[in-house]
C-alpha cells in the first residue's frame, strides 16, 4: 500500500520523500554505530522533510486532517531538536512536553473519525497504557504526572489512529512502542535492550511515516469522493 501511495506522488514529494529515507537511514547507522554527533543532527531533518512530503502530495484546498498532521510534525520536530538546548530532567520535559503538544494535534486531526475506531481498541490501548504507568510508576517519582498525562494523550491518539484504516493504525502502534521504550528506559531500571536508540527511533520512523501516509490516503479518498459528489449533484 505503501508503494501505491508512492506510486502516486509528484516529482517534487517523491524528492522529499527520498530525502526523508536518505536521512533515516543516515541516522539509524549513526544510532547504530553510536555516532551520537551524527544521530543527532540527522534527527533534526527527519519530520521537516516529512512534513513536506505531505505538504506537497496533499490535496487542495488543504484539509482540516493534514494541517493538524502538519502541526503534529512541527511539533514532534521540536520534541527531536529542543532538547538539544538543555539536559538532565528539563531536556526530557521540554520533549514529553513538545510530542504533547504533537499527540494533541494528531488527536484534533484524528477525532472526526472517532466513530470508526473499535471498542476494542480503545480497550486494548488502555490497558497498555495503564500497564506501562504502572511499570514505570515506581522510578517515575515527581515526572509521574506529566508521564501519566503524556501517556494518555498517546494512547488516545494511537486508538484514534485506527479509524483511519489500517496503515495509520499500524503508524500509531508503532509510535505508541516507541514511547514506551523511551519510559521504560528512563523509568525502569531493569529495561536495557541492546540497540535501544536504534530500536526507539526505528519504530518512532516508521510510525510517523505510516501516520502520514494514512492521512495522506484518508486525505484523498474524501477529497475524491468530494469530487465524485459534486459531479454527480450537476
Known amino acids: 500500500m505503501i508503494r501505491a501511495a508512492a506510486s502516486t506522488l509528484s516529482r517534487p514529494a517523491l524528492v522529499a520523500l527520498g530525502g526523508f529515507a536518505a536521512v533515516s537511514v543516515v541516522h539509524l547507522v549513526a544510532q547504530l554505530a553510536g555516532a551520537d554527533g551524527a544521530a543527532n543532527a540527522s534527527q533534526w531533518f527527519l519530520m521537516p522533510l516529512l512534513a513536506v512530503v505531505l505538504l506537497l502530495a496533499a490535496p487542495a484546498p488543504r484539509p482540516r486532517l493534514v494541517t493538524l498532521t502538519l502541526i503534529a510534525l512541527g511539533f514532534s520536530w521540536l520534541g527531536d531538536s529542543a532538547p538539544d538546548l538543555t539536559d538532565g530532567d528539563a531536556a526530557f520535559l ?52 506529566p508521564a501519566l498525562i503524556y501517556g494518555i494523550c498517546l494512547g488516545t491518539m494511537a486508538a484514534l489512529s485506527t479509524g483511519l484504516g489500517a496503515v495509520a493504525a499500524v503508524g500509531g502502534a508503532l509510535f505508541l512502542v516507541s ?37 495522506l490516503a484518508a486525505a484523498r479518498a474524501t477529497a475524491s469522493t468530494a469530487v465524485a459528489t459534486s459531479s454527480v449533484a450537476r
Open 94 to 145: 521540554v520533549m514529553i512536553g513538545f510530542f504533547l503538544l504533537a499527540q494533541l494535534a494528531y488527536i484534533a486531526a484524528f477525532w472526526p473519525y472517532r466513530g470508526a475506531v473499535s471498542r476494542s481498541a480503545v480497550l486494548g490501548y488502555g490497558v497498555a497504557v495503564a500497564g506501562l504507568v504502572a511499570v514505570c510508576a515506581a522510578g517515575a517519582g515527581a515526572l509521574l504526572v
Open 179 to 215: 514511547d514506551s521504550m523511551i519510559a521504560l528506559g528512563a523509568f525502569a531500571d531493569w529495561f536495557d535492550p541492546p540497540a535501544s536508540g536504534f530500536l526507539i527511533m526505528s519504530t518512532y520512523i516508521v510510525g510517523q511515516l505510516l501516520l502520514t501516509a494514512g492521512v
